[in-house]
């Protein structure tokens, strides 16, 4: 999902009665693609953007605002090309329609940390195309060739004529598009490589920005729903005496559970507290922590499916005179937005509206118009901002979506349904549970020789619409990424990569930076121990091993410069490093921690990321300190343990997530890049936890390899 993407046919433009509109051919379509006209008339709508009379450019955003910053860096790509004042740019998220499917995954959908690069050229397009017509519209006017003119901040001029491009959008619309245009070359941008302040700060600091639970409709109720545990199903329910409590309008049955309906959402929490549901446990009822991390440890010392292998690792590693080996294991996680799940469904005559925050409005308009018995076109997703997503939002299965249908359907007026933090934490869809086993063995130059790793873990792709896919010959390549494709393993002559895949009723989905949570975790701390007992300075270990692997050593070695590796710490700390490839971007960490009143203590990070041409690098660099942030929870603080069937975690007391406290110092250093785009949104979260789990064997010569870190 990391992999660099360029579009495959031709963009182009189409007309429309009001306004510019530019239509596309985007991969996996065959037909052509025009955006409509919005809602309340005045501006003139298009594929990506809006003129208005007053020259406001408005943007439409294929991928959705979760707080990773595309609401600024990709109206900045058409800005650039279009060379309108950036002082009149605003952006707002796109309906569910083709027009806006992802170039490479084929659906509307934000995820795998490629928002940027997968529209960066379709929407420089988009910009290009449209200021070449709005210089055609103003040459028509004066008379003149087109190549007499130029653009200004929002004008096409020649000479000492002006025409905004909001007097020129209408005309600009009715005439023929350009089959071709021409790009900006790199040195002429203005915009793209700037820092440029937020263009959704200013709303969500005044309280303007609307979220999903800001939504209100006329005659609304509010649900709150009791959800099965795990492989359960409803047997049965008391709801008398909830039935009697103020403001209860209903309490009905539904397929994922019982919904209590209320005129406002404390009353649908209270009286749900007072149903009494009978679950029938299914094959989920003797759910153990214990018992699976057991079942795991004994399928680690067998054999499974292939995913990587070069020679005889097993034959290598049998000859040896010394294997070093090593067990990891990791808990599931729950992604745990600071915005709890929800959805608000209004059925009317003509279809049915839908207010969410979602990853993936495409996937949720497809499930709803299946509840409902609509067609797709009938079902128009609004997505106000998303109070954080982290994958769980853009759920293949539509979970939170689905179920605010079934609601609405069965209660015949607009419902929103609310989930609470306990049945965020409880409600599953997380991060899977894993265990690896590495053995390798090195030679008489103490580089590994031989390397054997097996994991075992969930898989999130089975049963979803990207099996078929991403599932091959058995291996879900989102489970060994980061680990088959280890840039270390190119030097191995004897290798071999190999997964189980464990069915359970829990459910599993891709949780920030995927299967490289537990990968870069387990590769990372592992070269770190063959680093102390090959006797070689970690860094240079890792920079021997990637001699041939140029943006992982550039990273790694700016990192641990600018960090100042191998200089004296204060007493009692210590410095850990990683280095990890994710999502096609390349970071390093190098960090110093020490040990206070039983606590790791992380004090700072020093970072570096190759990330190829940066679009804004306000972004980047808040989207590294992010991944930061969400790593150390994790590292530090995150499992999901399960006992008797039960999840035992409920809310952040004990499902803990860093606090300002507890924050590091953190310095970010953006390596100036000419090779492909990747993403930011992920690749900063994979590499914390070997960093500080290193440092710390650095300061008390004892090996972390189970998260969270508990010393």
């Known amino acids: 999902m990391g992999t660099n993407s360029s579009m495959t046919r031709r963009d182009f433009l189409a007309t429309s009665a009001a306004g510019l509109v530019i239509g596309f051919f985007l991969p996996g379509g065959g037909k052509r693609l025009l955006a409509e006209p919005p809602a309340g008339g005045g501006a003139s709508l298009n594929a990506f953007l809006r003129i208005a009379p007053d020259n406001t450019v408005t943007v439409l955003l294929k991928h959705v605002e979760m707080g990773q910053g595309v609401a600024t860096s990709l109206p900045m790509v058409i800005a650039e090309e279009l060379g309108c004042d950036w002082k009149n740019v605003k952006s707002e998220h796109a309906p569910a329609a083709p027009q806006y499917f992802h170039t490479a995954f084929g659906m509307q959908i934000t995820g795998g940390s490629t928002s940027t690069w997968e529209s960066f050229t379709q929407l420089r397009k988009a910009g290009a195309t449209a200021r070449a017509m709005l210089i055609a519209a103003a040459a028509d006017r004066w008379g003149i060739d087109s190549k007499a003119c130029t653009t200004e901040n929002g004008f096409v001029v020649n000479g000492g004529n002006r025409l905004s491009y909001g007097d020129l959008a209408e005309a600009a619309s009715k005439l023929k598009a350009p089959k071709e245009v021409a790009l900006k ?62 403001n209860v309008v209903d309490i009905i049955e539904i397929p994922g559970g019982v919904a209590v309906v209320a005129k406002n959402s404390w009353a649908a929490r209270r009286a749900a507290a007072a149903v009494v549901v009978e679950w029938d446990r299914g094959d989920g009822a003797g759910l153990s922590t214990a018992k699976m991390k057991e079942e795991y440890r004994a399928l680690a010392k067998t054999r499974g499916a292939k995913a990587a292998e070069k020679g005889d690792a097993e034959a290598a590693l049998a000859k040896a005179g010394k294997v070093i080996e090593a067990e990891f294991e990791l808990p599931y996680l729950a992604h745990a937005p600071m915005e709890p799940l929800n959805c608000t469904v209004e059925i009317g005559e ?41 994958g769980r939002r853009a759920n293949p299965r539509a979970d939170f979506v689905s179920e605010a249908c079934e609601v609405a359907k069965a209660m015949k007026v607009p419902v929103q349904v609310q989930w609470s933090r306990e049945d965020d934490i409880r409600g599953g869809y997380y991060r899977p549970m894993w265990t690896s086993r590495i053995r ?54 004897d290798h071999r990569v190999e997964l189980h895949s464990p069915k359970s009723p829990v459910t599993v989905l891709w949780w920030r930076s995927v299967g490289h949570t537990h990968t870069a975790f387990v590769v990372e701390c592992f070269i770190d121990e063959l680093a102390w007992a090959a006797g070689i300075d970690p860094v240079n270990y890792r920079l021997d091993l990637l001699k041939d692997h140029p943006r992982h050593k550039r990273v790694l070695e700016k990192a641990a410069g600018e960090f100042g590796w191998g200089n004296e710490l204060p007493v009692a700390h210590a410095a850990g490093v990683a280095v ?19 606590k790791v203590r992380v004090h700072r990070v020093v970072s570096a990321v190759d990330c190829g041409p940066v679009v804004n690098p306000d972004t980047v660099e808040a989207q590294i300190q992010s991944g930061i942030v969400y790593g150390l929870s994790a590292a530090l603080k995150g499992e999901i343990t399960f006992s008797q069937g039960e999840v035992e975690q409920s809310n952040f007391h004990n499902y803990a997530i860093l606090r300002m406290t507890e924050m590091p110092k953190i310095d970010v250093h953006i390596i100036e890049s000419t090779d492909p785009m990747g993403g930011v949104g992920e690749p900063g979260v994979p590499p914390i936890a070997p960093a500080v789990a290193n440092a710390l064997f650095m300061l008390t010569k004892k090996r972390v390899r189970s998260l969270p870190i508990r010393l």
Request: glycine share 12%.
């Open 350 to 390: 003509d279809g049915c509206d839908i207010w969410t925050g979602t990853q993936s409005p495409g996937i949720d308009q497809a499930a709803a118009a299946k509840i409902l018995g609509l067609k797709a076109d009938k079902v128009r997703v609004h997505t106000p901002f998303l109070g954080g997503g982290f």
């Open 440 to 493: 390798a063995t090195l030679n008489e130059k103490k580089m590994p020789a031989a390397w054997s790793h097996t994991l075992v873990g969930q898989s999130i792709m089975e049963g979803t619409p990207f099996g078929a896919m991403m599932i091959k010959d058995g291996v879900d390549v989102t489970s060994v990424e980061g680990a088959a494709n280890s840039p270390y393993l190119s030097s191995i002559p």
């Open 185 to 246: 070359e790199e040195k002429d941008w203005k915009l793209i490589g700037k820092r440029v302040k937020r263009l959704d700060t200013p709303d969500k600091v005044t309280g303007k920005a609307e979220f999903g639970m800001d939504v209100k409709r006329p005659g609304m109720l509010y649900a709150a729903i009791l959800r099965p545990p795990f492989g359960g199903k409803v047997k049965g329910f008391q709801c008398d005496v909830a039935r009697s409590l103020p």
């Open 580 to 598: 990890h490839e994710s999502f096609g971007s390349f970071v390093a960490h190098a960090v110093e921690v020490s040990v206070e009143n039983g």
